[in-house]
Structure formats: structure tokens, C-alpha cells
């Protein structure tokens, strides 16, 4: 099965400072890769997704990479503010499975 | 449009007990998954039901089970409860064509005790 390995588990940056949350995946048949931002006492809440067949996308400070080759996707914040911090989620979905496989998860920490 | 709503927020109960959670997705969603989160294990799948059968299923034993309404509400059931149960415990409805997009609930806070 799907294997997604995420880093850093946890990320200290300060406020105005980017950041840069990395995972890879082991099955060559994943084509769909969404990212999650969950908030203290939240559930984990879609903020930004991509596709196999696109190479990077972009949300206002967010955005995310796609290097289908090395089967690595990376999701960067700009600008980071305090609200930023949360623990972040990426995902990778096979065209022939109705289940996500998850990274372990990065708690961001932004720091005023 | 509402969101999912999962109940209770908290549960706390003893060793041996068991006990039943529940989500109401949101509405028109008929597909509904499972997730147990701990701070060591991230996000692991418990079981997906969608048109009130379960589609998918993952590595949990027989203890933790589920089902699913003709509104598409569903339940989840842990039987005989272990120290080691304690977790959040979320659901999170989808339309169910593909689940690309998940709506997760707050969560139900489970304490073992």
C-alpha cells in the first residue's frame, strides 16, 4: 500500500519568515495530494490540494510543489503569521482508492 | 450549509466499558470515514461506509466497529475498551464519488481510564 512520510515533525519559525513542510510517497499510482491545517481543538481542514498532472499551485501565502519523478510534494507558507500555527497534514490519494494515506503531521509554531 | 457535527465532544470512561460516537455529516454527503488520531500515530483509517455499507476498512481489530444510517448519520462502536483506546477519534464526510476532498468534525475526545 501507500506509504507518505512527512517532514519535520515539528517547525519553529519566526513571524514574517517562510516555511517549508516536505513529504514523499511510495506509490507511483497516487495522482491526487491535499494538504490539511488543523487547529487546536479543530479537525483538520483542506487548505490547498494538487493534482498529478500539475507541477505547483498557489493560494495567496500558500503553496504547493509536485516532482512526480521523485514522488516528493512540499507545501510553502510565505509571509507566516501567528495563526499560521497549527499541525499540518499532507495526504496522497491512488485513482483507485477511496481512502488517503496521511503523513504523520508537522506542528508549526510561529513565533510573534 | 452545516458543518459535520460529531457527539460528544468528551467521553470519559473505564477499562472494560463500552461506547458509541457519533457524526452527522454534512448534508448530501453519503460517505463517511474514520479516523482514530494519537500525538505518536498521526492519522490512522478506521473504516469508510457509504449508502450505509462499509466500503472500506482498516487495520483495527473487531472491537472497533461501525455502521451507518439510511440519513447517512453514522456511528462508531468500541467494545471492551483498553487503556491504549484513548485518542480523538474523528469522522469526516465526503460526497463519496471520489473522497478527494474531506470534512473532518471536532473530533470526540476519548479518555480510558
Known amino acids: 500500500g501507500e506509504n507518505v512520510e512527512q517532514h519535520p515533525s515539528t517547525l519553529s519559525v519566526q513571524e514574517g519568515d517562510s516555511a517549508v513542510i516536505k513529504c514523499t510517497y511510495s506509490?507511483?499510482?497516487?495522482?491526487?495530494f491535499p494538504w490539511y491545517k488543523q487547529e487546536l481543538g479543530k479537525g483538520p481542514q483542506l487548505i490547498i490540494d494538487?493534482?498529478?498532472?500539475?507541477g505547483e499551485k498557489k493560494d495567496q501565502r500558500i503553496a504547493v510543489t509536485l516532482n512526480k519523478t521523485a514522488k516528493h510534494f512540499s507545501l510553502h507558507i510565505t509571509e507566516t503569521q501567528p495563526e499560521d500555527s497549527a499541525v499540518y497534514f499532507c495526504?496522497?490519494?491512488?485513482?483507485?482508492?477511496?481512502?488517503?494515506?496521511f503523513g504523520r503531521g508537522t506542528s508549526l509554531i510561529v513565533h510573534p | 450549509k452545516a458543518g459535520v457535527t460529531q457527539t460528544p465532544r468528551y467521553l470519559i470512561k473505564t477499562r472494560g466499558q463500552q461506547v458509541t460516537l457519533s457524526c452527522s455529516p454534512i448534508?448530501?454527503?453519503?460517505?463517511v470515514s474514520w479516523y482514530q488520531q494519537t500525538p505518536g500515530q498521526g492519522l490512522q483509517f478506521l473504516f469508510e461506509?457509504?449508502?450505509?455499507?462499509?466500503?472500506n476498512k482498516g487495520n483495527f481489530p473487531g472491537r472497533f466497529s461501525g455502521r451507518q444510517f439510511s440519513n447517512s448519520r453514522s456511528e462508531m462502536n468500541v467494545s471492551t475498551l483498553e487503556l491504549g483506546d484513548s485518542a480523538l477519534y474523528l469522522c469526516?464526510?465526503?460526497?463519496?464519488?471520489?473522497?478527494?476532498?474531506?470534512?473532518f468534525g471536532s473530533g470526540t475526545q476519548l479518555s480510558v481510564l
Open positions: 448534508s448530501g454527503h453519503r460517505s
Open positions: 495526504a496522497a490519494l491512488s485513482g483507485g482508492s477511496y481512502i488517503p494515506t
Open positions: 461506509y457509504f449508502s450505509e455499507t462499509q466500503r
Open positions: 469526516a464526510s465526503n460526497t463519496g464519488q471520489k473522497n478527494e476532498k474531506l470534512f
Open positions: 494538487i493534482r498529478s498532472n500539475v
Open positions: 506509490d507511483s499510482a497516487s495522482n491526487y
